[in-house]
DNA sequence: AAACATTGTGCAATCGATTGTACGCTTTTT
DNA sequence: AAAAAGCGTACAATCGATTGCACAATGTTT
């Protein structure tokens, strides 16, 4: 057995820990503990002598130890439905930028908008022990019980853009709503009337809040929306594609997308048919994906704000913890979002 | 005191333990925890029980605790320049994929290229008791003592895509010299000989490989590359366009570009400069950014196969924790890329 | 000078799960 | 029938850091 623990050691070298820099002081291992967090009751030669020896080792704390000890892993888990939409990185960047400056860092997880990915994120999350969730719901979630065992178990809850309606606690979404709103207003005043919709499925939140900005805007205007104006639609390029063709006899002015990428695929099936965008069709989107920007023409859109967003639920978050309160008297917050005016849906005289 | 408890215990409601289990049963916790593991020496019926008691009060193992004792936390760190970059989020995925399976979190870090961030971030991973680092170095990188601090502590290393050279351990890389001599054979097939390079850094590995392909190509072609036909510039949207206003008087047939976002820079300023892409000016771009299928002119670039390597280096840790050994005795492992053929290079007769 | 306050440190319990060893009981072997 | 083997469970130590309490040594008050 010693044989073979010598084959062992080499490859795994134990970390350095408090014990180890307390027998070589000759204190204990609190005093080692207390000088290292700068306890006051600890003299001043002891914690300088206790700081050199643990700098000579590059000692690392055992955060696993320290979590078990203390009930808190300094772990913020993070579910989003996908990390590569530009919008949602954008929301764990801002998260990531106050929370690492606090000393915690984010455990990332994905639900490809599927139920089950989201409960079992959950269960990982409760099973790290992280100190809080932030959370944007899937597309197909609409029974909360997975979530509401995270307060229950004392774990902080933070929803950001998806927000699961019934469950009081800290959120920040967007007015998406103003969003669509500012979008076919902006249409409107370009001369386009017979503006269609292109939505998302109505059950979802975000995607009902931005027909009822469209609906609203038309309203205003004075314009009649006949049922076949709006159209339900998966927000991808092909829906885009088979809302414009389905559309074509209806002779639309514009289109309001409720997503950018349905957005593309209405521009391309356009130009396919021989339309110019924004002369015979205009064209807004939704969410700001980069790629918007570099088409031809460029897009108008909604920025969501999704830097803005991360920091203030992290902002959230800390204030919880600084003040140990819960999270279910933190704020509901509504960020007003931007209309990103670009060539889709701008007429030149 | 105790009036100040009242409020917290439940706002604070503790986790169910295996002591809890034990004592509704009155067994022992190491029964508990045999029976959940289904450790053989454990009888059925006390198995059965202690699995209904487990089920009815949702029990979930503190893995803080277990990782303790274990050593092992089931937690694989990621470090990655960023993750809204297309190629780092599918790598992601196919990790995520793979080591969900097996029971294995993920922790994302971002560097930002800061080797600042890179440096804390592995401090992060070393205190939080990872199991594995996945790593891609950024750009600022030279030094690689913080890298060689993790073998050291024997937590197992991995690097995809790009790796610290003169570190022996296991790696998946794609083959960036090939994918940039597939992308320059294919423009000169199409006829351009007069083939421009928008270069990154040259002290950054995959460049130079990049470099080093477009050079063997041009090479094998017999055609003589001047330094002047060779522009190092960041990989960004502006690089592209300042090579390009530099290039005018070379007036160049193609431009190989190092990334995608520059080979956009090049494809905006070269058409408002009043050039028609392909025809007067072939773009090849690298990296398959989603972007590119939707600009107009599509533009042809090299896919990175993230989503293989992201399970290759999964797969690579899973079969080290089986066998018991270290990610040095890995294999380094080559991809090929896949030039992926649009309308910037292809012209039509 | 006795009583008290302050300072610096150590002891031991704790967080929750895991695991080597021991022990009592039953079954099998000789 | 005695010895050996197998089974099922409990005890106690362990992972590393934290923290309430105890206690000795020193300083301050009356």
Redesign the pocket.
């Known amino acids: 057995m010693y044989a073979f623990c010598n084959f062992v050691i080499p490859m795994r070298k ?2 350095i ?3 180890d820099i307390a027998r070589e002081l ?6 080692v ?2 000088a ?2 700068d ?8 914690r300088e002598a206790v700081k050199r020896v643990a700098a000579k080792y590059n ?1 690392q ?2 955060v696993v ?2 979590s ?4 808190s892993s300094k772990t913020v888990g993070v579910i989003v439905p996908r990390i590569n939409r530009n919008f949602f990185s954008k929301v764990i960047g801002g998260m990531e930028e106050l929370l690492a400056a606090s000393g915690y860092h984010l455990m990332i997880c994905q639900t490809h908008e599927k139920l089950g990915n989201e409960v079992s994120a959950i269960q990982t999350l409760v099973n790290a022990r992280v100190d809080a969730v932030m959370l944007s719901i899937s597309m197909e979630t609409f029974n909360y019980e997975h979530i509401r065992s995270l307060p229950e178990r004392g774990i902080r809850l933070f929803f950001f853009d998806r927000a699961a309606g019934d469950i009081q606690t800290g959120s920040v979404v967007v007015d998406d709503r103003l969003g669509a709103y500012l979008s076919v207003l902006h249409l409107l005043e370009q001369g386009y009337r017979k503006i269609m919709h292109i939505a998302g499925a109505d059950r979802i939140n975000i995607y009902k809040k931005r027909k009822q900005g469209y609906l609203q805007a038309m309203h205003e205007a004075g314009i009649e929306v006949p049922s076949s104006w709006i159209m339900e639609r998966n927000q991808v390029q092909e829906g885009g594609e088979s809302a414009f063709s389905s559309s074509i006899k209806i002779k639309p002015e514009a289109f309001f997308c409720a997503g950018d990428f349905a957005a593309l695929g209405v521009m391309q099936a356009a130009r396919k048919a021989g339309l110019n965008v924004p002369r015979d069709l205009g064209i807004t989107g939704f969410a700001n994906e980069p790629f918007t920007a570099f088409i031809e023409p460029s897009l108008t859109t909604v920025d969501q704000r999704g830097a803005e967003m991360g920091s203030m639920v992290a902002g959230m978050f800390l204030k919880c913890e600084e003040e140990d309160t819960t999270s279910d008297t933190c704020e509901q917050k509504v960020l007003e979002p931007e209309l990103i005016i670009r060539d889709s849906s701008v007429i030149h005289k």
Do not use: C, D, F, M
Not at 26 to 31: D, F
Not at 39 to 46: L, N, V, Y
Not at 68 to 71: A, D, S, V
């Open positions: 134990t970390h820990t408090i014990h000759n204190v204990s291992a609190s005093t503990s207390r290292l967090q306890h006051p009751r600890i003299s001043e030669p002891t000692y704390p055992n130890a320290s078990l000890r203390k009930g």
